[in-house]
């Protein structure tokens, strides 16, 4: 499903934006840091300078309806490279246990700034992937 041109196009991408929708359908997109697992993708909560990051829209719209997207993109003036890839699944917050850790760890380890965050108790999303979609030129220059 996730074949090794799509993996590597997506650890190539800094950013990714994350698709939710409440028990009524209606969308919500953020961008979000993200880090591949074998069968799932990472997204911690992060310390918010404004108030409790459990009352933010994405975990409220996942506890009310668990099916998410996850799009990473290119965008260049040269349109040859163009190209993007799709992950849909299920979305489970995790707010303590080992893969709960070892997701931190993977998303530390890809962000620099998160190393020096209080993430510890605070939830990560994990994408259940379930279906991949991609299109376009998803090659990774040396």
């Known amino acids: 499903m996730?074949?090794?041109?799509?993996?590597?196009?997506?650890?190539?991408?800094?950013?990714?934006?994350?698709?939710t929708a409440d028990k009524?359908?209606?969308p919500h997109v953020v961008p979000v840091c993200f880090a591949l697992g074998e069968t799932a993708l990472y997204i911690t909560i992060d310390e918010k300078p404004k108030g409790d990051p459990r009352?933010?829209?994405?975990?409220?719209?996942?506890?009310?309806?668990?099916?998410?997207?996850?799009?990473?993109?290119?965008?260049d003036e040269d349109w040859t490279?163009?190209?993007?890839?799709?992950?849909?699944?299920?979305a489970e917050i995790l707010d303590t246990g080992a893969e709960h850790d070892r997701a931190q760890e993977l998303l530390r380890a890809r962000y620099a700034q998160y190393r020096d965050m209080q993430l510890r108790g605070l939830p990560v999303i994990a994408?259940?992937?379930?279906?991949?979609?991609?299109w376009g030129n998803l090659a990774v220059p040396p």
Not at 61 to 73: F, Q, R
Not at 81 to 90: F, I, K, P
Not at 127 to 134: D, K, M, N, Q
């Open 2 to 19: 996730l074949n090794e041109a799509r993996r590597r196009f997506l650890e190539s991408r800094p950013v990714a934006h994350l698709a």
């Open 24 to 26: 009524d359908g209606r």
């Open 55 to 75: 009352g933010l829209k994405r975990l409220r719209n996942i506890a009310e309806n668990p099916n998410v997207a996850v799009v990473a993109d290119r965008y």
């Open 81 to 90: 490279r163009l190209g993007w890839v799709m992950l849909r699944g299920r």
């Open 127 to 134: 994408i259940r992937i379930t279906r991949v979609a991609s």
